[in-house]
């Protein structure tokens, strides 16, 4: 069983940088995809970032290409979003999420068998 829990998220103003963590419990967590998403009041929840278990691989929402990079230190059990030039509209419940099935829908949230709680971003104008 992993469990994971975020933090970082936190009051900025538009143009701003934020990182956000995502520590990760469990010997297993190197072994997974690893997701960001977020999900705004009165939105569906929606991708953002995704790298893969050896992070060789990385995936982004057009939304956050050239402004967001996910990485992540498997010896630390951590994954991190980094986030610059934010935008009013990046404000969201930010969620980190595990896919132990290493499936190629890296997109998809019903493809991620584990998530944290979230950490809220407000990116105010």
């Known amino acids: 069983q992993v469990q994971l829990v975020e933090s970082g998220g936190e009051l900025v103003q538009a143009g701003g940088s934020l990182r956000l963590s995502c520590a990760a419990s469990g010997p297993t967590f190197s072994s997974y995809t690893m997701g960001w998403f977020r999900q705004a009041p009165g939105k569906e929840r929606e991708f953002v970032a995704a790298m893969s278990w050896r992070g060789g691989s990385t995936y982004y929402a057009d939304s956050a290409k050239g402004r967001f990079t996910i990485s992540r230190d498997n010896a630390k059990n951590t994954v991190y979003l980094q986030m610059n030039s934010l935008k009013p509209e990046d404000t969201a419940v930010y969620y980190c999420?595990?896919?132990?099935?290493?499936?190629?829908?890296?997109?998809?949230?019903?493809?991620?068998?584990?998530w944290g709680q979230g950490t809220q971003v407000t990116v105010s104008s």
């Open positions: 999420a595990g896919d132990s099935f290493l499936s190629s829908r890296w997109w998809s949230e019903s493809e991620y068998d584990y």
